[in-house]
T-cell receptor, first 116, second 114 residues
């Protein structure tokens, strides 16, 4: 979920289990949502994105669900592996000026720990 | 693959020094960004640029300036480094389009100001 203090929310799962990471976003006018994975000491890596006119999108082992009614986004990781251990954060994009520019808002992230 | 390259991974600078952080992208992207990332505070936007020679302030521009003389290069400048600018700095680039959008990040530059 969203960070409300100085500490990142943490999700600990057993290897092989499914993980669900949640994110609440702020603006119902956002056009795109992206999930990023950030491993320790590295830059964020794009995982998957979803347009605001969709409610589900699947990638390889990952599924993003978008619930616009409650402004909630989730990332599901199937069969979680130790290599999935990282901080995951969502971003929302609001396009303006006819789509030529955009504003990005990032969530603060959730730390996923995978136990072998 | 999109590549965003930050020239310096680790830097240690003294208080008052002028610091340049360089970023180059190879995808002909219009937009480039500089963020800093601090524990518990997430990503905070310092400056961004929509085109060559254009720049816009982000959420925390104080103490920073930027330069975009060429489309592929976006530089972050700390005119007089201070200890509270010790952080991880992330450069990113993107193009906005109706068919799909994402923003690609570099690997980050860890700056320590002593």
């Amino acid at each position: 979920g969203e960070n409300v203090g100085l500490h990142l929310p943490t999700l600990s799962v057993q290897e092989g289990d499914n993980s669900i990471i949640n994110c609440a976003y702020s603006n119902s006018a956002s056009d795109y949502f992206i999930w990023y994975k950030q491993e320790s000491g590295k830059g964020p890596q794009f995982i998957i994105d979803i347009r605001s006119n969709m409610d589900k999108r699947q990638g390889q082992r990952v599924t993003v669900l978008l619930n616009k009614t409650v402004k909630h986004l989730s990332l599901q990781i199937a069969a979680t592996q130790p290599g999935d251990s990282a901080v995951y954060f969502c971003a929302e994009i609001r396009l303006n000026y006819g789509g030529s520019q955009g504003n990005l808002i990032f969530g603060k992230g959730t730390k996923l720990s995978v136990k072998p | 693959d999109v590549k965003v390259t930050q020239s310096s991974r680790y830097l240690v600078k003294r208080t008052g020094e002028k610091v340049f952080l360089e970023c180059v992208q190879d995808m002909d992207h219009e937009n480039m960004f500089w963020y800093r990332q601090d524990p518990g505070l997430g990503l905070r936007l310092i400056y961004f640029s929509y085109d060559v020679k254009m720049k816009e302030k982000g959420d925390i521009p104080e103490g920073y300036s930027v330069s975009r003389e060429k489309k592929e290069r976006f530089s972050l400048i700390l005119e007089s480094a201070s200890t509270n600018q010790t952080s991880m700095y992330l450069c990113a680039s993107s193009n906005w389009r109706a068919s799909g959008n994402t923003i690609y990040f570099g690997e980050g530059s860890w700056l320590t100001v002593v």
